[in-house]
């Protein structure tokens, strides 16, 4: 069973980076997509990133030009690393594997962002 474990989540001042990395038990290459999402307190969780078999890239808006999601093959992580950091970018944050007719989430990342 494909396990996805997050990890580089923590608290940091507004302006400040962070880098999560999942890791994936598993080749990532037998999924079609692999993203991030976040959830924060009393909101539905949303897609922040995402990156497809091809290499093409989804942003949501709010995180465009701040955020950049990667992917290794080699090692089977995909990261985001998050900069220019707001405090509404604070919530818990999700890693997402997808495959025809799969879903597969990583148990979640806390990120704090401090005023």
């Known amino acids: 069973q494909v396990r996805l474990v997050e990890s580089g989540g923590g608290l940091v001042q507004a302006g400040g980076s962070l880098r999560l990395s999942c890791v994936v038990s598993?080749?990532?290459?037998?999924?079609?997509?692999m993203g991030w999402y976040r959830q924060a307190p009393g909101k539905q969780r949303e897609l922040v990133a995402k990156?497809?078999?091809?290499?093409?890239?989804n942003y949501a808006e709010s995180v465009k030009g701040r955020f950049i999601i990667s992917r290794d093959y080699a090692k089977n992580t995909v990261a985001l690393q998050m900069n220019s950091l707001k405090p509404e970018d604070t919530a818990v944050y999700y890693c997402?594997?997808?495959?025809?007719?799969?879903?597969?989430w990583g148990q979640g990342t806390q990120v704090t962002v401090s005023p």
């Open positions: 598993g080749s990532i290459f037998s999924f079609n997509a």
């Open positions: 997402n594997a997808e495959r025809t007719y799969t879903s597969i």
């Open positions: 990156v497809i078999s091809g290499g093409t890239t």
